[in-house]
């Protein structure tokens, strides 16, 4: 959904009829800003900036998309009247809420891999019709997309794998139809179907839920027989577990917990005294 679309969707949902508070009293400008109360990497500001293109208000930034922010520091200022900006409140928190706590945890797996060379992926398990907006968040956080959607790339997963009586004819077939760019993924949940699968072409091969002596044999086998192949591993992999998955010679970790783990950091609006 195009970015303009989503912020009057958001607004639209939490305003419904009308603010009942705008209906009264007097209207006066006022500057509100967001506050953090934890810990935290930010992320929503692509998002947020398209609220003072739609309403009648002023943003003012004290932080970046990626930024890493600590508890107490005032995130952005916004200008404008009471009425407009009290209507926006929880539709701008919770774009900054949700989008930052994905970031701030995608960082900590991010931040778990430096120096291992091994990329952080993140998966298709995400909010029906937030994906993008999801997806964006765990770029800000130091994550790389797996793939958007299913034209992305051709995964073949257990459940497709069940489907398909011939897989090496299947593959066949598909290399004469998809676009050149395109690759081919096969998930893999033993080292014989790993190799099976390199030997019929995959671009990439998913190890799933494999245990680190597997993912070294594979990884070894890779190594040794088609090296242009890319390996990755993915299952339950967690903050405790990233580092010695990393280390079996993968070349990325895919995990969705950096989106549908990640719980709500501290953050809230104020109005300037």
Known sequence: MHK????RSTVAEDIGRGDLF??????????????????????????????S?????????????????ISGKKLLFIKGDNKTILALERSILNIVLHASSIATLTSKYA????????????????????????KYAVRCGGGINHRMGLDDALMLKDTHLAT??????????ARKSIPFTTAIEIECESI?????????????VMCDNMSIEQMK?????????????????SGNITLDTIKEVASSGVDAVSTGSIIHQANWIDLSMKIES
């Open 4 to 7: 303009e679309s989503f912020i």
């Open 22 to 51: 705008s209906f009264f009293g007097e209207t006066k400008n006022v500057t509100a800003y967001i506050l953090s109360k934890s810990n935290g990497v930010f992320a929503g500001r692509e998002y947020v900036e398209v609220f």
């Open 53 to 69: 293109k739609l309403y009648p208000v002023d943003i003012k930034w004290n932080i970046d998309d990626g930024e890493e922010f």
């Open 111 to 134: 931040k778990a891999l430096d120096g291992s060379g091994v990329k952080l992926l993140d998966t298709r398990k995400t909010r029906p019709m937030l994906r993008v907006f999801e």
């Open 164 to 173: 398909i009586d011939d897989l090496p004819n299947y593959i066949k077939q």
């Open 192 to 204: 014989e179907m790993a190799q099976k699968a390199m030997e019929l072409g995959a671009d990439i």
């Open 217 to 233: 044999k594979v990884a070894g086998f890779r190594n040794d027989k088609y090296p242009h192949v890319l390996l990755e591993a």
